[in-house]
C-alpha cells in the first residue's frame, strides 16, 4: 500500500496530469498527498550567487523568492480538493529541486513526476527529473505523461521482464497497483538473449511469483529488431495499457546512446503513467 505520496509542484501545464494521478492512487489507497514545491536554491547559495555579503538584503531577496514558490502551492490545494483529495500538505523546499525531491522521497512511498518536456521545448522546468530520482532516490517514481486526464490506474498493466534486479525492484514496487489490475501483461523482448537470467521456460518464474500474490498474470514474449523500450511502449499503445512497470538504467551518454536507449524510451515517451525503480 501507498501511504504518502509526494507530488512535485512547480505550477507548469503538466502539473494538471500528475495531480490527477496522484489524487486518483492517493484515495484509492488512503494516503496522505504532499504537495513539494523547492525555490531551486537554498539560503546560503542564494548570498553566494547574489555575491553580496549584505545579509539582510539577500534575506530580503530570498523571502521574494520563497513566497513565490509558496503561491505555486495555493492553486495546487485548490486543485487537489476538487478532485476529491482527503488528506493534503503543502511544503516549501529550500535547496535544488532534485536534492529536495531526493531528500523528501526518504519518507514517502511514491514520488509523482510528469514526463520531460521534449527537448526542443524551451520550458524552466527541471530537466531529466525522472530519471534522477528514480536512479538516485531510495522510492519508486511513477511517472505521468501530460496527455493523462482520469483513466483508470493501473488498468491493463505492461511489465517489462529482463531477470535484472532493477525489474525486480520495479515489480516489488508496483505489487499493489498490480493486484488491482484486471490483466498484467509480463513482457520479455528478446529473452533468448538473456537465456542465464530467464531459464528453459522465460517468465514462467515471475509469472508465478506474481500469482501467488494475487496478480493476474499472462506472459508475452516479444521478437523484435526494436529496443527494449520501444518495444514495450509500443505494446502498452496497442494496448491501451493504463499503467507500465520497468526497472530503469543509468548509463553514460555514449553507452546510453549506443544501447539505443531503452531507459530514455520508457521514460519519455510512455503512453501510460510508468512505475520505475533502480
Known sequence: MYKT?????????????????????????GAHLVGSAAT???????????GSMAMPIAENDYQDLRDAVAAQLHPFEEQ???????????????????YALLLQSRYAD??????DDPPESHTAAVRHLPEFLALHGPRPVLVV???????????TAVVG?????????AIQAALPLLREAPLVRLV???????????????GADMAL???RHGVQVEVVVERTRDTAGDALVALAHDTRAGLMVAGIYGHSRYREWALGGATRALLHRAPAPLLCAH
Open 209 to 211: 511469483y506474481l500469482a
Open 161 to 169: 521482464w529482463d531477470g535484472s534486479v532493477q525489474a525486480i525492484r
Open 40 to 50: 531551486g536554491v537554498s539560503m546560503a547559495n542564494y548570498a553566494i550567487l547574489n
Open 5 to 29: 505520496i509526494i507530488v512535485h509542484v512547480d505550477g507548469s501545464p503538466r502539473q494538471d496530469s500528475r495531480l490527477r494521478a496522484a489524487v486518483l492512487l492517493a484515495n484509492r489507497h
Open 188 to 202: 520479455l523482448v528478446n529473452p533468448d538473449e538473456l537465456a542465464e537470467l530467464h531459464g528453459e521456460e522465460p
Open 110 to 115: 511514491l514520488v509523482v513526476l510528469s514526463q
Open 80 to 98: 487537489a480538493a476538487q478532485l476529491g483529495a482527503a488528506s493534503v500538505e503543502t511544503r516549501v523546499l529550500e535547496d535544488n529541486t532534485r
Open 145 to 155: 505523461p501530460t496527455s493523462y486526464r482520469n483513466e483508470a490506474i493501473p488498468g
